[in-house]
């Protein structure tokens, strides 16, 4: 689960002027087929889903206008199995893995998944339990924490649905850091279809 993050993508001038930048107008975004889609031709509450340091669950709410439910679909610690450079996290040390489903309480919709990689180590016990039991999402957690953090765009890109779930999705990975040290990674996917044309 954790080889999304195991090896680093070749960084682009896009995505560093996204960790910046709401807009960049020559932006690119990458499909799984090595083709690429401007930034302009997404959905704008997509573009805005991509480049927001904010909490997605509270954008969410606010545009679908409902409760966006956290539903964990997996949560569990583990051992890295190779070394995940964003989090200078070496190979076999033990981390967090924790897979979530944003679902809107009303419709049953599914607006997007988030898997994230959590070093525990790094943060204080009473949080270290919260994210464990999984009950809220990560943003709520360190909002009400009151934990000084920064969040970095690493990477966003084109994927096919997985799992049966068809079409396109749009995902962003990005780094929060807390204290300048790399604590988590998180890459969240959104379905293309549900946005916009």
Excluded at 140 to 146: D, K, P, Q
């Amino acid at each position: 689960m954790l080889n999304h993050f195991y090896q680093i993508p070749e960084d682009t001038t896009d995505w560093r002027a996204l960790r910046s930048d709401g807009y960049h107008g020559g932006a690119k975004v990458r499909r799984m087929d090595g083709r690429y889609i401007p930034l302009a031709e997404l959905p704008p509450l997509l573009r805005t889903l991509l480049v927001t340091d904010g909490t997605v669950t509270k954008v969410l709410e606010a545009y679908f206008w409902e409760p966006v439910d956290v539903r964990a679909e997996y949560l569990e610690v583990v051992r890295a199995e190779r070394p995940i450079p964003w989090l200078n996290l070496d190979a076999n040390q033990q981390v967090l893995a924790r897979r979530v489903q944003l679902i809107g309480e009303q419709s049953g919709t599914l607006y997007a998944e988030a898997f994230s990689v959590v070093r525990l180590d790094e943060l204080d016990p009473g949080l270290q339990q919260s994210l464990v039991e999984g009950s809220v999402g990560i943003g709520v957690l360190l909002r009400e924490s009151g934990l000084e953090t920064y969040r970095e765009i690493m990477t966003v890109g084109v994927e096919p649905g997985a799992d049966g779930q068809g079409g396109e999705w749009v995902y962003r990975t990005y780094r929060i850091t807390c204290d300048k040290k790399p604590v988590i990674l998180i890459r969240e996917s959104f379905p293309w279809h549900l946005y916009g044309p």
